[in-house]
């Protein structure tokens, strides 16, 4: 099947900095991805859609400028957390656009100290 | 707006046993696809079965069969002949027709040997 990577597995940043985290699909071309969050033990919460070449679409409550989403080329979209704080900790998915099913990846632990 | 309900937050069964997980889920849409995807400890998610919502026969994979009832909006997960590697987190999920997905809660899966 498709294979979608994410990288860094694992971050920890301090209070404040901000994070990139980029998530690839090695060996097809996506022109949707989707990123979400997970918390411990609970559910994956779609946070937005990133297209190829335009603006991401955001899900009600998740702030634009605290999460900007870019989606440069059709293999790459990358999520950087600003100005990140504890709250922001948390297990980030991505998932990228086949047909009739989504790709994922293996997830990002941030933790913000 | 879509929502996926699993109402059985952990669920055990005895290794070589059968055991029933259950969705049900709310839409106006008639087209959309049906998921369940398993999360094991490594956190990636991993597709189990795919239904479309316009097929009336039931998808199977191996030890792995829904019970499709549209009509009640339901989408239940039987696994058969359980075995210790299917211990998990599974979830339902709902992709509607701008290939968005939605999650269940998740159920946790505990094969006992």
């Known amino acids: 099947g498709a294979v979608v990577s994410q990288h860094p597995s694992r971050v920890i940043c301090k209070s404040g900095t901000s994070v990139k985290i980029e998530c690839r699909s090695l060996?097809?071309?996506?022109?949707?991805m989707f990123w979400y969050r997970q918390f411990p033990k609970q559910s994956l919460m779609l946070m937005a859609t990133s297209n190829e070449g335009s603006k991401a679409t955001y899900e009600q409550g998740v702030e634009k400028d605290k999460f900007l989403i870019n989606h440069a080329s059709l293999t790459l979209s990358t999520l950087t957390v600003t100005s990140a704080h504890p709250e922001d900790s948390s297990f980030y998915i991505c998932s990228a656009e086949g047909l009739y099913e989504q790709y994922f990846g293996p997830g990002t632990r941030l933790t913000v100290t | 707006a879509q929502t996926v309900t699993q109402s059985q937050p952990e669920m055990s069964v005895q290794e070589a046993e059968t055991v029933t997980l259950s969705c049900t889920y709310d839409t106006s849409e008639s087209n959309y696809y049906l998921f369940w995807y398993k999360q094991p400890p490594s956190r990636q998610m991993i597709l189990v079965i795919r239904q479309e919502a316009y097929k009336q026969q039931n998808a199977t994979e191996n030890r792995f069969s829904v019970n499709f009832q549209k009509a009640a909006k339901s989408f239940s997960l039987k696994i058969s002949d359980s075995q210790l590697g299917d211990t998990a987190m599974y979830f339902c999920?709902?992709?509607?027709?701008?290939?968005?997905?939605?999650f269940g809660t998740g159920t946790s899966l505990t094969v006992i040997p």
């Open positions: 999920a709902f992709m509607n027709t701008g290939n968005q997905f939605y």
């Open positions: 060996d097809f071309q996506a022109t949707t």
